[in-house]
């Protein structure tokens, strides 16, 4: 066992914060992708990865990505329409989402730019991936201010799944989803081996 003196220690006091974004990002691995598809007040069409995702509340289902930086594209789209969609990044699409994360002005369509396929989501009115295997459409539940970040919350009004990825129970299939991750640097992380472990009484 490693005794206090054997670890390094970062102090996020002193230590500049690009490189402690490095350092956490490269830490807390592997981190799902939201994909964001929303739309613009204007009409513009808009898709970004984002890696900071989770699930916030399960009653009502309510699910959130963080905008690292302030409001960007997505996190505005959201806010200002009340409406986004978040798209599973299967590892078919892998190549296609990082295209998307591309620096692109605000008037310019990810969906268009980078070749992406979609189709109007089912609740919702702006575009999903048409390829992605679960598309989870949402209504703005709010959005936090965080340090430099915008953490955006979304309770959930549909989520559909492509057939082809159901197991027996009803549920996504881990291995026909094929969902990757972001790890740190430029990594990505690869669906792996699973386990299976019951929870103790």
């Known amino acids: 066992m490693s005794t206090p003196t054997d670890r390094i220690v970062h102090d996020p006091a002193t230590v500049d914060p690009g490189d402690f974004y490095k350092l956490l990002t490269a830490s807390i691995v592997p981190r799902p992708?939201?994909?964001?598809s929303s739309r613009s007040t204007g009409g513009v069409d808009?898709?970004?990865?984002?890696?900071?995702?989770?699930?916030s509340?399960?009653?009502?289902?309510?699910?959130?990505?963080?905008?690292?930086?302030?409001?960007?594209?997505?996190?505005?789209?959201?806010?200002?329409t009340g409406e986004f969609v978040i798209n599973i990044v299967s590892k078919s699409l892998m190549h296609l989402a990082n295209a998307s994360s591309a620096g692109f002005d605000s008037d310019i369509d990810e969906f268009v730019e980078a070749g992406i396929p979609s189709t109007p989501a089912t609740v919702v009115n702006c575009l999903r991936v048409a390829d992605s295997p679960i598309a989870i459409e949402c209504r703005l539940h709010r959005a936090v201010e965080?340090?430099?970040?915008?953490?955006?919350?979304?309770?959930?009004?549909?989520?559909?799944?492509?057939?082809?990825?159901v197991a027996d129970d009803g549920l996504p299939d881990y291995d026909k989803l094929a969902a990757v991750s972001r790890l740190g640097r430029i990594e990505w992380g690869l669906p792996g081996d699973t386990v299976d472990l019951d929870r103790p009484h």
Do not use: C, H
């Open 33 to 36: 992708i939201a994909w964001v």
């Open 46 to 55: 808009n898709l970004s990865p984002y890696s900071f995702f989770s699930v």
């Open 57 to 80: 509340s399960t009653t009502p289902p309510v699910v959130q990505f963080t905008s690292v930086g302030g409001a960007k594209d997505s996190a505005r789209n959201a806010i200002d």
């Open 146 to 165: 965080v340090g430099n970040s915008v953490v955006v919350m979304g309770e959930v009004v549909a989520l559909t799944v492509d057939p082809s990825i």
